[in-house]
């Protein structure tokens, strides 16, 4: 989850800190750059979640710090169906950067914002009660994956991952 919410019942461990991105199609005017301010962003066709969805609010803080007004031009409800709609061409937007680990979406490219995006990971598990061994191997595993993935730090970003040792 990118986020926590009260409730009486769960507890939420952290998983991973990770940052934000701008997605566009491979051949966009903007296409090749490696970074973007979120002014530049908002001259463009955006797409993006819904603000006052959790994960949508992530992507709306940078431009709410900047006191920038956007609009986004089509809305979707998950992180993979904007991926498919940027690679489309039909707008660019604003991803975490696990959705784009391993190179999940040729056909797009990555810019780095310039503007702070670190935000926060975390699984929810139920509150008081004792956690399996195998759901705390698969915690640690999801732990490990999601520091492990890294993105590619010269020319256009291809999401990528770094070697792993087992």
């Known amino acids: 989850m990118s986020y926590r919410l009260d409730h009486s019942g769960l507890d939420f461990l952290p998983l991973a800190s990770g940052e934000l991105f701008c997605i566009v199609p491979d051949g966009h005017e903007l296409a090749g750059r490696k970074q973007i301010s979120a002014a530049e962003i908002i001259r463009h066709p955006l797409i ?13 803080e940078i431009f709410a710090r900047n006191k920038l007004s956007y609009d986004i031009t089509i809305r979707a409800r998950f992180g993979t169906t904007v991926c498919a ?18 190179g999940g979406y040729p056909g797009i490219e990555l810019l780095r914002i310039t503007e702070p995006t670190q935000f926060d990971t975390y699984v929810a598990v139920k509150r008081g ?5 195998y759901i705390e191997h698969f915690i640690d595993c999801l732990r490990s994956e999601m520091r492990a993935v890294g993105l590619v730090r010269s020319g256009p970003k291809k999401a990528v991952s770094r070697a792993r040792k087992n």
């Not at 993006?48 to 709306?60: S, V």
């Not at 709609?85 to 391993?102: C, M, N, P, R, Y």
């Open 48 to 60: 993006g979640i819904d603000p006052n969805d959790p994960y949508g609010r992530i992507m709306a």
């Open 85 to 102: 709609l940027v690679k489309a061409g039909l707008g660019i937007a604003v991803i975490d950067q696990f959705t784009v680990a391993h």
């Open 129 to 133: 009660a004792p956690l399996s061994h």
